[in-house]
């Protein structure tokens, strides 16, 4: 019961938090958004940057707007969206297969992340 609960609350806390990132602009105002400390220690973008302002553009329907300002951002968030589904819906005995990745594919994925962020600072 209180697992189911839990996943409730968290399906609110992901609605309330989408429904902040649609309302509030994070390029233009800085209410609570995070700062990249990669950035700001280094100056350079991480694989990262960019994606808040990102996931801001793509609720209001913006893709290219979106894809410019990372897009790394069509990649991760429905790998992030599928595991929150996993966790979560796992209380009411909804259960999604599981994610299987290899070594190799996830010594791919790193490295293209990897070259992602030098072309990116280089750019």
């Not at 893709?63 to 966790?87: C, M, S």
Request: aromatic share 16%; glycine share 6%; net charge positive.
């Amino acid at each position: 019961m209180i697992y189911k609960l839990l996943s409730i609350i968290g399906f609110i806390f992901l609605g309330i938090g989408i429904h902040y990132f649609y309302v509030n602009n994070p390029a233009q105002s800085e209410p609570i958004f995070m700062v990249c400390m990669t950035k700001t220690i280094s100056g350079f973008d991480c694989p990262g940057c960019g994606s808040q302002r990102a996931f801001h553009e793509l609720l209001h329907g913006n893709f290219i707007g979106a894809a410019k300002l990372n897009i790394t951002i069509y990649f991760f968030i429905p790998l992030l969206l599928f595991l929150f589904l996993k966790i979560a819906l796992k209380p009411f005995r909804i259960y999604l297969p599981d994610l299987l990745i290899s070594t190799k594919w996830l010594l791919l994925i790193l490295i293209l992340l990897l070259i992602f962020t030098v072309i990116r600072n280089i750019v």
